[in-house]
């Protein structure tokens, strides 16, 4: 990694963007008539440009989020000159043949899109981060901007929470920019939770104009700014026992996991719950 | 002091119209509302029977003056003197009077339609009533729930307070312990010389000591040292005062002549070493990242006799340096005194013994000395704030990064934004209910995301990126989003939907809010039901509950017709928390009877 820049004053609108890209194949063959792959690519790469060109010091850091793996495409900082976006080009098809060598043999056609390693690609952004802040006292200020569609894998709440803290205690904001058809109850937490901004773009074939206009901002100008707000945001967590989707039930005292129905134990934390006061006259009546 | 407070007083008094008046003397008579005065002459026309509500405040004479007078005032202007026999009497009846007429005063001001104070079936000392009384009077939220519910007849006194505990405790201990503070001014040394013969009196209280005390640590340590050993504490005192003595004449020679002789004189009148070592250690505790000037020239006790800027026309001569020791500098002991008064009352001992209040002081400054010590925390972390603020940068180690504190959030955001929420998801639902089906095999979706790879790699971007027409609509849209974002939340993010209501509505929703909390409170803590006691409990509260809830449906409908959704929606939960309870009484009450259709001999 290049070492930062001592000589230059790093001003308040240095901005560090870590780009998480959707690269969920069953997802981007399903919305094929509304959007494709390449209108994406070509509205992305051209707003990652316009983002090197704001500030000489601005760095932009992609990550592909697959269903099997995620990997680093795009550096601006490598290299001894500051690259354009459109060198992640190849970095990407290299990213989806080696996703698809993971993926296993068998053909689950009509199963449904399945939902992509967000939680991974966060972690990784995340690390990255982490390695920048260490980096010296002059630093850019990160941000992550997550371009996502696939729908939300309950699977991974635990670990998508555990980020979004981990984020929320560096000062990381996580925006989102949903592409898919429905609302991410995962990404609409995290941008609440880190003071992000959550967008679902109304029409898909002005993305550049959506990403230009709200999520170009560096954090420094957000406080002047008025950005979109979602109305309500989804804060329903998903059980630990079957990863659905709930918004009643059991917690255990001793390490707050959700279960959806009553336990003889914690599975988190070993805890052994008491039995439930039962209500039946036999039982009163020996109170009596 | 509560049990000794005395439900009725009867002393000796004479009753004045004005404070030359001889007066009538008779028998004055306290009770807790109310004064009698019955003169000793029956025919006499002053009689009082006085009740106390009536009475707003008294004054009264200090002790030790010519009469022992005890001024009753009422609010139109009237008064009552009462002269008594003496000071002990006087104080008994205006401690009496005091606490009568703050009691009457409260009783009367929270239950006006009840001049009694409310319904008590268990001993009540006076102290816990008037903590209630005050309680009350305070929080005008609790008085209507109180006047509701205990003067009702729905709860009892000891259940409405049996919750409120803390909140009692808690009124008791935020009385001010308030404390007089060290005298400001310094113990005059001119002391009081009697012109005729040749004696110099001093004065010593006790108060006087704790300040020598405080201020003098040498002398404190030398009263530890020699009384009783060596010598008894009048003596001490006596040396203590003829050194004072000396100095005041400001006679340097015969102060080291003295001290030559008596050794023990030699103490006070050297300077204090212990008050040296303390000053020096507060220098060194000096910021120097904060305090620009701060450096050996603050050190106001090592400062050359010329006083630091105080122009001193006198005394330039030099004195031989064995005189040095004996001179003491008018402004350090200013400073010393400045700074103990500053410090208020360290410790909290009675001040009759002067040797516990030695002790004590010694003990907090040995507390004071080891606490700096054994403070390396505190001096690394001054080290490393110095640190920071001269910083080389190349010889810096990594810093660990900033992190954000833990910050707990108001929860009323979490269920406002709950609400709108609701929506937002049925309406997703409904129409992004048809889920992406992917009918396409693992294989062929790769193919394709790569093929779109490729495509922009031989033909390039898209020129141009956006259609103008499809940017503007975009930009159209999100200003208008934004705009009726803001005009929907509010500018204010914390602004309620209870803040839009009208005010009464809102009061109204309000108070049958914490009313009904209140009751389920109750209600659910008196399952399950094991004695009579608890059924009729259960049944009381649930005819309050069930006329409550009439009222919050005629809420719903009394409000306008743009507000009357959201004010539903605040209402649903408090009417589905008062079917919850309706449903288990029903439940229970059938099981009940079912039960006792089973068991012939009933309950």
New interface residues.
Partial sequence: MSPPVPSKILTDDVSLLMVLID?N????????PHF????F???V??FLNSILLLNQLNQVVVIATGINSCGYVFDSSSGSVSQRA?SL??K??EF??N??SL?ERD???????GSSLLSGSLSMALCYI?RV??S??LHPQPRIICLHGS?DGPGQYVAIMNSIFSA????VPIDSCVI????SAFLQQASYITGGVYLK???L??????LA??FATDLHSRNFL????P?????RASCFCHKNTIDMGFICSVCLSIFCKHQKKCSTCGSIFGQAQT?D?SA??Q?? | MADKQQQVVVKRARHKSSVKDPGTPGVLKLTKDRFTFMPNDPSSPVKHNVEFRTIKGHKFTKDGTKQALLNLTQDQGGNYIFEFENFPDRNVCKDFVASAIALSGEAGRTVPEKSAVPIQDEQLSAAEMERRIKLLQEDSDLQKLHKQFVIGGILSEAEFWATRKKLLEQNYSRRPKQRVALKNDMWSTKPLADGQSNRVTFNLTPEIILQIFAEKPAVRQAYLNFVPNKMTEKEFWTKYSRAEYLHSTKNVIAAAAEAAEDEELAVFLKQDDMLVNEARKKIRQVDPTLDMEADEGDDYMHLPIQDHGLPRNDNKDVLDSQYEPYRRSFSQHLNQHAAVVLQGRVIDVELGDTRSVAEALARTKHAELAKDASDVYLDKERLERISRMTEI?DLQA??D????PLSIKDPRD?FD?????????LG?TVS?A?????????????C???E??????FQG??EP???SE??F???N??AQ??SS??Y??GRNPNESVLDSLPKITREELLLHWSSIQELLKHFWSSY?I?TKYLLTKATKLKDAMSQIYPKLQEIKESVQSDLRHQVSLLVQPMLQALDAAFAHYDADVQ?RSA?SGERPNGF
């Avoid at chain 2, 934004?417 to 998801?425: G, V």
Wanted: aromatic share 8%.
């Fill in positions: 690269s194949p069953h997802f981007w063959s399903s919305i094929k494709s792959f390449s209108k690519l070509s509205h790469l051209a459109e080009l190849p990407l098809e989806a043949e996703d698809e993926s053909d689950d056609s009509g199963n449904g899109v982490q802040f260490r010296g006292p729908p929320q205690r560096s000062m898919g058809i429905q609302h773009p109304q029409q074939d002005g993305l550049f104009q959506y206009t709200v008025q950005l979109p707000k109305v309500g945001v989804d804060f209500r006259p009163s009546q109170r009596k | 940068e990594p810093r990064p900033a992190v954000a979490y934004s709950q609400q709108a929420n609701a929506f937002s998801t997703d992004g048809k889920q992406l089906k992917c009918s396409v095999s693992t294989r062929e979706a790769y394709s995301l790569k779109c790879i490729s495509e922009i790699k971007l898209t990126t956006i259609n499809v940017a609509k975009v930009l849209g999100l989003n934004i974002n803001k929907h939340l399950p094991t099981n039960r």
